[in-house]
């Protein structure tokens, strides 16, 4: 059964950086694209930043280009980003996903944490 687990949300003032973890347990995960996607209350879950399963490729929204930075460790099975000059319009609730299929690309997002809240104040 595929977990994962994500961390590192809170709140932050606009200019701030934060570091969101997502711990990933249930199949081999050297073997999966990643991703971060994140959604506000009314608005469509949108993807913020994806990478393949070996690091080699990542995508980004452009709202988010340049801010925030996307990786992983296969060794330890946990995908980062790296959330840097934030603003309040990147408040939102930032899901980790990950795609049913090996070695596919983009990513589609087939399973799902539970997300974690980030704040930015103004």
């Known amino acids: 059964q595929v977990e994962l687990v994500e961390s590192g949300g809170g709140l932050v003032q606009a200019g701030g950086s934060l570091r969101l973890s997502c711990a990933a347990s249930g199949r081999p995960f050297s073997w999966y694209t990643m991703g971060w996607f994140r959604q506000v209350p009314g608005k469509e879950r949108e993807l913020v930043a994806a990478i393949s399963w070996n690091g080699g490729m990542t995508s980004y929204a452009d709202s988010v280009k340049g801010r925030l930075t996307i990786s992983r460790d296969n060794a330890k099975s946990a995908v980062y980003l790296q959330m840097n000059s934030l603003k309040p319009e990147d408040t939102a609730v930032y899901y980790c996903?990950?795609?049913?299929?090996?070695?596919?690309?983009?990513?589609?997002?087939?399973?799902w944490g539970k997300g974690t809240l980030v704040t930015v104040s103004s």
């Open positions: 996903a990950s795609d049913g299929r090996q070695f596919s690309w983009p990513l589609k997002g087939d399973y």
